[in-house]
């Protein structure tokens, strides 16, 4: 071989360099157990590696520079927190209009259908505001509602408006990125992923290792903004809460009314208990008493409804026009207490708070009395109304004054004497964890206001014990495919065989080093499956080659030219089956987010490993034995005549072919039509939970008792449950999907536990219930939420990443073989696999011991199909042109076809036994959605086998006879 000294000066510096990165993963793990071993709880060891985060440890290196080096484990391997969030640009654009304009019914209109596009159209929310503004003002100019911005004037042009929306929600979404970075900074984690999505306003904040969900919701998503306000006497507003208990009264009567089957088992001590919380609705749900400047303390659960009688005042025009009634933080009764209290605040005649805006010039945890505080350090002018409200509460025998961040209420201290020099505290009320909200609130506020509030609209976490049983299962799964494939190679080529086995395990390893070198590349279990594809396409092109050197062989050629002559023949058939699974590779990684994309990264990183090291590694391998005039067999005495001139006329029995596909894909459409898919939770939105019950109880019973577990509009939810292995079920529920207040997830939490508690142990609280520690054994292992209009998003990405890979893939087959047959035949095939994976994953719904969610994996999984059915096909039709090429024309096509198949039958079988039999140990020693997607990735497997031969083949021959008639 030309070049070989270069080749092995190559090789020496990858593997060096693929060593070099990959060792800070070992010396990270090796700091990280001593820091186990020196210490008593995880606690303590966290603590451990802080104080030490500075040591040197390998090379220079300290141990935080090699964590971060080291290779990047995603959540669903390591556990961890995945969240999506949301600038509101809507806010943010009404922000920049004058008061007059956001007051107008116009403005109110354009906003409405802004918003009702949102949900029909993917794409930017000031392209969306335009195209509303343009449907409903015929033709005003946009200048109008925006010359109040600096650089807009009343003869600004529409495009020098447009061009200043978009730069403004750009900017805000760009600040809101370094005000989220600076917030994840507190958590500690040392390789967080924070990255903006493209024209959606939308920043995807991985975090892998945290186990705290309900810490992470309250660190993203508040938006900073704190305000001082004044507060009523709840004794003052006596008359105005009976009147709303009357209201709310009446409005349960006309909508909830009591009939006697309400009645029915009740004593007549419960009877009359029933008759009075109907009496008083408001007062009946309240847990708690209140204090001066609240009415009372209500269950987490009951604020819904709470809320539903506020909106009845409001509209009845009960209140005070001065009153804002808002909500109590959990710090204020305690997290665990599962109570909040609802203040009763006082507007200042403008509308607004006391206080507000950024008047803080810093926050810090400090202690006083022996407890953790939050002190406020207030800038000069704001110093001075401080001073004037604490004088007033004062003078008021000590009234509240409320501190309100984020619209939620943290603390209501009363002054005893007007407080100068500018600065408070707030208090941490009842928290159990009080240093981390400590310093999470400090940090929060030092690090500045979102620009635009954050929604969170898609939220995924894995916990760790989750996580260490994927570990498992993908070690077992990888390890088992990995010893049967070389074994395999082996068995059928002898000592070529150990030849793609040295080469398959430096590719291995090479794929590891760039996982190592690329820290924004995250290894996911779909990241794995992409590696053992990798074994798969390695050994493909092995295949390829070494099955040419058996046809130049049998030639009577020599070894050595033999050896030369295959590879020289391979390279064409290797290069096209690989790019066009290329493709798929990299429309999946512009497509897809997480996983997806994770799974798309290792597939395009081990198509060029596996070229690399099956062309080079293999060939100097051979090169050596060469040299030392060592004997090189291509087969085993059982394997030498097998698939040897093999005669079948496949040809002739296409119509048998045709006939039997179409009625597998007419009954997969039926069962579509008729029984449907069970679509993923990122498909139909909601939220999903896993859960690890007692090994004995029924998904049946799951079901029963969640029937009323969760109530919306007064509609009862009934959620959808499915098992997901012995003692663990997936319960997915539409219940508060797309509020987008910050406590709607802890809402949903609370009421699943609450229908659930009674196949729990005793001594698990809701916050057991939910928390995440090692080993934990019962309770929620992982969770994910999807708001509908992300649902929509990911669908018609979906829908056009599958368009994107056919039409690139028929376009690269068109050009590559100059015949228009040939690309329409390899995309029949195409559909013809994809219509029945679908069909199948209807059919067998629910007849399977694992899940076959319709969800993103399984979208990639489709188009890995798409891939490895043109793989398949190119190498048929490379063959198909070689022998047309080299006159066979002459034959006849059917002959030519027929030969073509026959002589590819071998790589055929050997290139898709080898890869099913990786996707067998997936799908047996998988967890969760891994044995779904490893189920796809057979089906297509097999199907694209099957469909290469007798349905691309015979099409592209019809083709050819028709078009020569």
Not at 442 to 466: C, D, H, M, R, W
Not at 511 to 527: E, Y
Not at 535 to 560: F, P, T
Not at 906 to 918: A, E, G, L, P, Q
Request: aromatic share 10%; hydrophobic share 45%; net charge neutral.
């Amino acid at each position: 071989m030309q070049n070989s000294k270069a080749i092995k000066v190559l090789l020496a510096v990858i593997g060096f360099v693929c060593l070099f990165e990959f060792s800070f993963t070992h010396f990270a793990g090796q700091f990280e157990k001593e820091a186990v071993e020196s210490t008593e709880t995880d606690e303590e060891a966290r603590e451990w590696l802080k104080e030490n985060s500075d040591e040197e440890i390998w090379m220079g290196y300290t141990y935080i520079e090699c964590k971060q080096r080291e290779i990047n484990l995603g959540l669903d391997l390591r556990g961890g927190v995945s969240v999506t969030l949301e600038i509101e640009i809507d806010k943010l654009i009404e922000s920049i209009v004058s008061s007059n304009i956001k007051n107008s019914p116009k403005f109110k209109e354009v906003t409405k259908r802004a918003n009702e596009l949102k949900k029909e159209i993917a794409g930017g929310y000031v392209d969306l505001f335009i195209q509303a503004y343009n449907d409903k003002m015929n033709g005003q100019p946009l200048a109008k509602w925006f010359a109040s911005v600096e650089e807009i004037n009343v003869n600004s042009t529409n495009e020098e408006v447009e061009d200043m929306l978009r730069a403004s929600a750009e900017g805000a979404v760009g600040q809101a990125k370094e005000v989220i970075r600076t917030r994840v900074a507190q958590f500690g984690v040392a390789q967080p992923d924070i990255k903006l999505v493209a024209n959606t306003g939308r920043i995807i904040v991985d975090l892998p290792g945290v186990k705290d969900i309900k810490r992470v919701r309250k660190l993203l998503q508040g938006s900073a903004n704190l305000e001082i306000w004044d507060t009523y006497d709840v004794n003052d507003l006596g008359d105005v809460f009976q009147s709303l208990n009357e209201k709310a009264k009446i409005y349960e009567d006309l909508n909830n009314p009591l009939d006697s089957i309400a009645f029915d088992g009740l004593s007549s001590e419960d009877s009359l208990k029933l008759i009075g919380q109907r009496n008083n609705p408001l007062y009946a749900l309240m847990a708690g008493p209140g204090s001066r400047a609240t009415i009372g303390a209500f269950k987490t659960l009951d604020t819904a409804k709470v809320n539903e009688y506020i909106k009845i005042g409001q509209s009845k025009k009960l209140f005070p026009k001065q009153l804002k009634l808002t909500w109590s933080s959990e710090t204020d009764l305690g997290e665990r207490s599962g109570l909040l209290s609802l203040y009763t605040l006082r507007k200042e005649t403008n509308g607004k708070p006391y206080m507000s805006g950024e008047f803080i010039t810093r926050a810090a945890r400090t202690s006083q009395d022996n407890r953790d505080v939050v002190s406020l350090d207030f800038k000069t002018k704001a110093s001075f109304k401080w001073e004037n409200i604490t004088r007033k509460s004062a003078e008021n025998g000590g009234k509240p004054i409320a501190i309100v961040l984020d619209d939620l209420v943290y603390s209501a201290p009363g002054a005893s004497s007007a407080i100068s020099g500018g600065g408070t505290i707030i208090t941490p009320g009842k928290m159990d964890n009080v240093v981390a909200w400590a310093n999470d609130l400090s940090n929060v506020l030092n690090a500045g206001k979102f620009p635009a509030p954050a929604k969170i609209v898609q939220e995924t976490f894995v916990g760790p014990t989750l996580g260490a049983e994927s570990i498992e299962s993908a070690a077992w799964s990888f390890g088992l495919a990995l010893v049967l494939v070389l074994i395999y190679m082996v068995f059928y080529y002898n000592t070529a065989g150990w030849a793609a086995n040295i080469a398959l395990v430096a590719n291995i390893l090479i794929v590891i080093g760039v996982l190592a070198a690329a820290p924004t590349i995250s290894l996911t279990l779909p990241g794995i499956a992409g590696i053992v594809l990798t074994v798969g396409m390695s050994v493909d092109a092995n295949v390829l080659i070494y099955e040419r050197i058996r046809e130049e062989l049998k030639l009577g050629k020599g070894v050595k030219i033999a050896i030369a002559d295959g590879y020289k023949h391979a390279y064409t058939a290797i290069l096209d089956a690989n790019i066009t699974t290329l493709i798929t590779g990299i429309i999946l990684w512009y497509f897809g987010t997480s996983v997806i994309e994770s799974f798309a990264q290792t597939l395009v990183v081990g198509i060029f490993t596996s070229l690399f090291s099956a062309i080079f590694i293999t060939r100097l391998i051979f090169d050596w034995f060469l040299k030392k005039e060592k004997e090189i067999k291509f087969a085993t005495e059982r394997t030498k005549n097998w698939f040897a001139n093999t005669t079948y006329n496949i040809i002739s029995s296409r119509k048998k072919f045709y006939v039997a596909s179409s009625l597998l894909i007419i009954l997969g459409l039926v069962s579509i039509v008729t029984k449907g898919f069970d679509l993923g939770t990122d498909f139909s939105g909601g939220r999903t939970y896993t859960i690890a019950l007692d090994k004995g109880i029924e998904v049946s019973a799951v079901k029963d008792v969640l029937k009323d577990a969760f109530v919306q509009d007064g509609k009862s939810l009934i959620p959808e449950v499915k098992s997901a292995g012995t003692g663990k079920v997936i319960v997915t529920t539409k219940y508060l999907a797309d509020n987008e207040g910050r406590e709607a997830s802890n809402r949903v939490e609370t009421a699943l536990y609450a229908g659930i508690k009674g196949m729990l142990p005793a001594d698990m609280d809701v916050f057991k219930f939910t928390d995440q520690y090692e080993d934990k054994a019962f309770g929620v292992l992982e969770s994910a939420h999807v708001q509908s209009t992300i649902a929509d998003d990911i669908i018609e990405a979906s829908y056009s990443s599958v368009a994107f890979a056919l039409i690139a893939i028929f376009a690269y087959v068109v050009f590559r073989f100059r015949q228009w047959q040939f690309g329409l035949g390899a995309l029949i095939a195409i559909f013809h696999d994809v219509l029945i994976v679908i069909g199948l994953f209807s059919l067998l719904q629910g007849l399977l011991p694992f899940s076959l969610e319709i969800n993103t994996s399984f979208v990639a999984a489709v188009l890995t199909v798409v891939g490895y059915s043109i793989n398949d096909t190119v190498v048929v039709f490379d063959r198909v042109r070689e022998r047309v090429n080299g006159g066979g024309k002459s034959q006849g096509i059917s002959l030519v076809v027929n030969k073509a198949l026959n002589s590819t039958l071998s790589r055929t079988f050997n290139t898709s036994m080898t890869i099913i039999v990786v996707l067998l140990a997936i799908l047996v020693f998988g967890t969760g959605s891994l044995q779904g997607f490893a189920f796809a990735l057979l089906i297509g497997v097999v199907v694209g086998t099957y469909s290469s031969i007798c349905i691309a083949s015979p099409i592209y021959t019809d083709l050819v006879k028709k078009n020569q008639k």
